[in-house]
């Protein structure tokens, strides 16, 4: 067969052989589109923050991740191997920004090909302000009251102050610490133990260790301390029903 024949051969009904090729590689799409599985999962967002800037607004604490690929693959794919971070190292001045969130595989994900991995949101907006350091004081919460005929004459902690690191704007205020509640409630005698410091601000980070010591003091109240007591609350009773 010469060229001139073998090429009206392959070119014959040309029209039709495109059109078929054409369908099988749709079907072929739609097979494999049809045959691919979507997981979902929620992870925490962590902060990879520069040496000078730290956000200064509240933001999502978790993102939503989603891997897509064939089933045996991603079914063997742990929550804990996909994380999600935002980067402030590339930032060098103060201001507002639309962060990317990134991805990063690792363990069971690795290697798992193909797999697409979404992340919702995309972006993070962030307010950055300078990094600060100060010394923030720790005042003790109490819970309850001493047992009859006894009174919390002193209590301490140790240490009675943490150094604690935030946005510029937060150290613009007076800012404190208080501990988790500290139970009194029926005590006679001197206690102590360890407690946690209560964090109601996200955007503030304490340096170094959150538990501290306490001692209290109980002291029994004498019967003379108890008399006066009793007068006191009779004055204040009787004064505050004159009119």
Known sequence: ????????????????????LA???????????????TRYFTVPLSIEASDAFLPANSFPMSVKISIRGESENIQPVLAEDIEAFIDLK????????????????????????PMEVSVLPVEIPLLLEQRMTRNVNVFP????????????????????????????SIFDSRIEFNTEPIDIDRRYEDFSGMISIKKDNPLLYIKGNAIL??????????????????????????????Q
Do not use: C
Not at 3 to 11: D, E, G, N, P, Q
Not at 23 to 37: C, D, G, P, Q, T
Not at 90 to 109: C, D, F, L, M, S
Not at 161 to 166: K, L, R
């Open 90 to 113: 590339r930032y060098a001045n103060e201001g507002r920004y639309r962060v990317p969130v990134q991805i990063r595989k690792k363990g069971t994900a690795l290697g798992v090909e």
């Open 141 to 168: 919460v109490l819970r309850g009251t001493a047992a009859e005929g006894y009174d919390l004459t002193g209590i301490s902690l140790s240490p009675a102050s943490v150094n604690a690191e935030g946005p510029r």
């Open 23 to 37: 369908a099988a590689v749709i079907i072929s799409i739609f097979y494999r589109m049809n045959s691919l599985e």
């Open 213 to 242: 010591e306490f001692h209290g003091t109980i002291s029994r109240i004498t019967r003379k301390e108890q008399e006066n007591n009793a007068s006191q609350t009779s004055e204040g009773d009787l004064s505050g029903g004159e």
């Open 1 to 20: 067969m010469n060229r001139a024949k073998l090429f009206s051969k392959i070119t014959e009904k040309w029209t039709v052989k495109v059109l078929s």
